[in-house]
């Protein structure tokens, strides 16, 4: 692909930010409104084009803040294009080296997109800076969230990666320690690479993200939750310590067996709750963090296959003598495990619907109009978790349900939100107040993108700016006497949008005002020209002030005094010149000539019929030039016919030693030779039959001289089970052509 290569039909590709094998990442923008776009474009030639367009599909379900979805898909010939909106401010993540406090700012918040997406099964497969955007105030946001090819060699990819594997947690948790190690030194990751030292990053942070670098996807942290409980106290500032989890790898989608649910698609991401600690029992888990960190990384291991997992659980409390035991709790029955089953299954599906209504909310600018319901709805959506996770699924299929009306109900008052800034806007334009314009058209734009003609004065919101400047720039030229500048200034602004009231007045008003200063000076000057019989002047100045007033009537006086004026003097001119063109047989001038003087008198009888001369003896010219200039056309019989009464015509005509005379010797000459024959000789091999197009057969023949009027001939000769061939000749009057050749020699 190039930079300016147009896309999907309006998305004009901008910069590549990244290049392999079979991907290529670039910056876009929309050819029709300007909105920005990561475009991908993915060689169908690697053979999994649908499969990783289906990915595509099936991650666009994800909905959280930082995460961008592709919007929109097709084919470029075999290439499959994957587009993503980017919010205004967005771009490129900063290069090198970063404050400790910055790095983390950026890396909590990919923790926390990549945290909710794991936990629903998403890994990103791509992580790293082509895949990360950010804006000024260093908020992030992910693109390309399950777009990954394999083998891929990014900078950022896991050696397993590396081997064409597919992806998972393991290697996104390598890629982002790649990011963080990045960020903390200013260099680029390098296998079996360590931290520069000294170094004013803390052991903690140095071994936590070594252990995200590991070689084995094992010796890894097992979930971006751990590394979020340990770089916050680090780089975070944070109070409380949490200790790397124990807990089992994290959950995967909700997967049907036999026609049952596990457990629904949570609607939001749960958070991950710390626990808090004495400061010196926190001082020792940090040591024996430490000491297990230092055994993950020194270790050798050949293998990626984990080592036995060691678990360390509490001691089970002792039983305190004499106390009543609790009664074990009672074995559901069939009929039980069937109704929880079945509610199971409808609080699943009660939170995909939840989740479908969030989607569409966003899809229709939510988060701009209804911003404080959506976070609403998003964070009650994780009681509904938390009381499936506790078994109170009832409770959960409650929450869900009235979440998904909540949302529903939002989402169907979309078209009248819209509608109440479009008005909004109208009467901040109107006002001239072209920011809160901006601002009410633009939110009217996002949720009714159909609608044109909001479209339409949105764009004129957004050069209204630039349309009040130039109005009052104008405004003080205007007022020094500049009317020249000032009416160029308005005529600006006019051009910018040609509705606007107050630039089409101030036109008018400085316009007038040009036109009657201007006036009488035209006028002046058209009478004194004609004094200095300077006619052509005079008329330039009449029809300047014709510029200046067209419905004057002095215009018009002023014109016909001149034209009457200049009549009579340049009449006489002119029919001398005739007369000399025609004596140089000059037709076209003549022609010319008179037609100037039926442009200043059309009822000049001399002019006409000199015109008509003129152009019967412009066509006599032209004519016997055809002829001349093409001599075969003379074999034809019909031309040859008009070729003689040509002469005859022009005969009549002719001046002695003129030019048409010249011509009249030269065309009687062609008639003479276009009746003598020419000799033309064809040899052939004997056994070519031979035929002459409109002369006839020659049959079988070693050589025969043939007399043949000048035109053009065709030889055709045949033999059985040889190929047909033909010989074009052209025979000119009073030429000697060369002897002509023709046999069939090419086999069938």
Known sequence: ?????????????????????????WTGTDSDDGSRFTVSILSAGSGRADEIGGRVAAASALVHPALLRTVEHGFEGEALVLAASV??????????QLSQERAWTLLSQIIDALDYAHALGFPHGRLGPASLLANRADEVRLVNHGLWVQPNLTPHASPQQEDAREPTVADDIYALGALAFEWLTGETWHPNGSFPQPSSISPTVQA?????????????????????????????????????????????????????????????LVPTEGRTVSLGLALGMFAVLLAAVALVIFLPGESDAPPPA??????????????????????????????????????????????????????????SWAHDDYDRITRESEEGDALFRDDDVAGALDVYTRLREEAATIYDTRFDVAERNKASGRAAFD????????????????????????????????????????LAGGNALEASGQLEDALFEYEKAQALDAQWPAATEAI?????????????????????AIERREFSAARAAFESARSVKPDSAEVQDGLSQAAFAERMVELNDLDATAREHAAAENWDAVRATYEAMLALDPSLVLATEGRESAIERQQLEADITRYLQSPLLLTAEAEYTQAKRLVGKASRLAAKGGRLSAQIIELSTQLT??????????????????????????????????????????????????????????LLAGSDPEPVFVSCSEKI
């Not at 008018?508 to 006036?519: C, K, L, W």
């Open 431 to 470: 006002a001239g107040d072209f920011e809160q314009a901006i601002r009410h058209l633009a939110l009217a734009q996002q949720i009714d993108a159909g609608d044109a003609a909001n479209a339409d004065l949105l764009d004129r919101a957004t050069g209204l700016e630039d349309v009040l400047n130039l």
């Open 87 to 96: 919010p205004a401010g967005f771009g490129p993540l900063p290069d090198g």
């Open 508 to 528: 008018a008003r400085v316009s007038t005002a040009i036109t009657d200063r201007n006036f009488a000076a035209r006028m002046s000057e058209g009478f004194a």
């Open 310 to 367: 060691i678990v360390v659980r509490p001691a089970a409390p002792e039983p305190t003598p004499g106390a009543p035991q609790a009664p074990a709790a009672p074995t559901p029955a069939p009929m039980e495990v069937a109704r929880l089953e079945a509610l199971r299954n409808e609080a699943n599906e009660a939170a995909q619907a939840l989740l479908r209504v969030l989607v569409e909310l966003e899809d229709a600018g939510a988060l």
């Open 208 to 268: 936590t993200v070594l252990a995200m670098l590991s070689a084995a996807p094992y010796d890894r942290p097992r979930n971006v939750a751990e590394i979020r409980a340990l770089l916050s106290n680090e780089l975070g500032n944070a109070v409380e310590l949490a200790p790397i989890s124990a807990s089992a790898p994290i959950r995967q989608p909700a997967i049907q067996t036999n026609g049952a649910a596990s457990e629904p698609v949570p609607a939001a």
């Open 1 to 25: 692909m190039e930079p300016r290569q147009t896309l999907l039909d309006h998305i004009t590709l901008q910069e590549q930010l990244q290049v392999a094998d079979a991907f290529e990442l």
């Open 673 to 730: 030779q276009a009746r003598i024959p020419v000799n033309l000789e064809v040899r052939s091999d004997n056994l070519t039959e031979l035929t002459v197009a409109s002369v006839g057969a020659l049959g079988r023949i070693t050589s025969r001289e043939l007399e043949l009027y000048p035109g053009v001939y065709t030889i055709v000769g045949k033999r059985r089970g040889y190929k047909d061939v033909s010989a074009r000749v052209t």
